[in-house]
């Protein structure tokens, strides 16, 4: 076990020493990365200040709790009715169908309630401070068919922190340390335990950073809205121009180097080919699914894809000659968040080159010429192209 570890550390090693020590591209890679680096201390300290106040936020909340335990909780009925609706809105799903009532610290309930929900909400209102008695007058109801204050409205159900999708500061930071904790245990010990430890320890340190449900960091999350992100840049050109060029998808890779390359398949379906960690390339089929010319383009992969995505691109006039360009685009990278994280840092993720995409774009409407792939491009080559390829 010693000798594997050891031979995977050595290779990790020399993996990474090729990879930034590269005589074409490893100066920019180190540059990178160094940005990222920084970029990610600045951010964990800021979570560490966050960290700090909502532990003192804790710590006052829990000592106002122990506090009140020893207090009489008589209080006006009106402020006692507030009470009581803001814990029931948190646990049924029409709360606007109930209607509170108190007198003397009694608590009346009078309304509609869904069957399943209705012990619940019971305890939960006898625990609420202040309520001496509760006189239940709710009718409870198994199904919502045919009765309107039953209609719509979302079920509701509390949560534990660990269950949430976003973690609060604090529970990030005492998790990432466990995880740190069980990792560095994993690798010196032997033995089941210690490869159970140092699974729990990695599923820990990758929530606490990604603050991603556990399958969306792993990559097992249905969909493509795992990462998503926007990007946004003004070029000096009409939106026709602007269109044309990004409506032709096999001009695309002419300018966008993460692109290898881009097959028009008919029928607003196409065969596209990145480029992807290490230089392995990775490929999916897409298909428009809105397209307003000078105005919207809108595309998603197909089911069996690679790589799940969506996007939509906006092309709006500023009234001065310009173009707005705005990308939404979402993904799901094979390796979860956790993998977009780890790409992110060397700047291979799809934000970071979409980043240099967009400033190649702009480059080449309004200066006419950029460069992709170590070769000048320029605009009236491409439109040559674009119009051969559209006939």
């Not at 097959?263 to 992807?276: A, F, Q």
Request: positive net charge; glycine residues 10%; aromatic residues 6%.
């Amino acid at each position: 076990m010693n000798a594997v570890k050891i031979a995977a550390s050595g290779f990790a090693a020399g993996a990474a020493w090729m990879y930034f020590t590269d005589p074409d591209r490893g100066k920019r890679r180190r540059a990178l990365a160094r940005d990222r680096s920084v970029r990610m201390w600045n951010d964990f300290n800021c979570l560490l200040d966050k960290a700090q106040r909502d532990t003192m936020h804790r710590a006052h909340g829990a000592a106002c709790a122990v506090r009140a335990a020893f207090q009489d909780h008589r209080t006006d009925d009106a402020i006692l009715v507030e009470r009581v609706r803001s814990r029931m809105g948190r646990l049924v799903s029409h709360p606007h169908s109930i209607s509170v009532t108190a007198e003397n610290g009694k608590i009346t309930l009078k309304g509609l309630v869904l069957e399943d929900e209705l012990s619940h909400l019971l305890a939960a209102v006898r625990s609420v401070p202040g309520v001496m008695e509760l006189d239940n007058k709710l009718e409870a109801h198994s199904s919502t068919e045919h009765i309107s204050g039953l209609q719509g409205g979302n079920r509701r159900q509390e949560r534990s922190e660990f269950t949430q999708q976003d973690w609060t500061p604090a529970l990030r930071i005492a998790a990432g340390a466990l995880g740190c904790a069980l990792i560095p245990y994993s690798i010196r010990k032997n033995g089941v335990v210690a490869a159970a430890g140092g699974v729990m320890g990695a599923a820990l340190l990758g929530r606490a950073i990604c603050n991603k449900e556990l399958r969306n960091v792993v990559g097992m999350a249905d969909g493509a809205k795992v990462v998503a992100f926007d990007k946004a840049i003004h070029i000096q050109a009409l939106p026709e121009e602007v269109f044309q060029l990004w409506s032709n998808c096999e001009m695309l890779p002419r300018f966008m180097t993460h692109l290898k390359e881009v097959r028009d398949m008919g029928n607003g379906k196409s065969h596209w080919v990145v480029e992807g960690p290490a230089g392995i390339p990775v490929s999916w089929d897409a298909e428009v699914t809105n397209c307003i010319p000078n105005k919207l383009l809108s595309w998603k992969s197909l089911p069996g894809s690679t790589v799940e995505t969506e996007g939509t691109v906006r092309f709006e006039e500023d009234g001065h000659g310009g173009t707005r360009v705005g990308v939404r685009m979402c993904y799901k990278p094979p390796a979860g968040v956790l993998g977009h994280y780890f790409a992110s840092l060397f700047g291979m993720d799809p934000k970071s080159e979409m980043d240099d995409d967009m400033v190649r774009l702009k480059s080449l409407m309004e200066h006419g010429k950029t460069r992709a792939h170590g070769v000048k491009v320029d605009k009236g080559s491409l439109m040559t192209f674009g119009r051969i390829g559209i006939a």
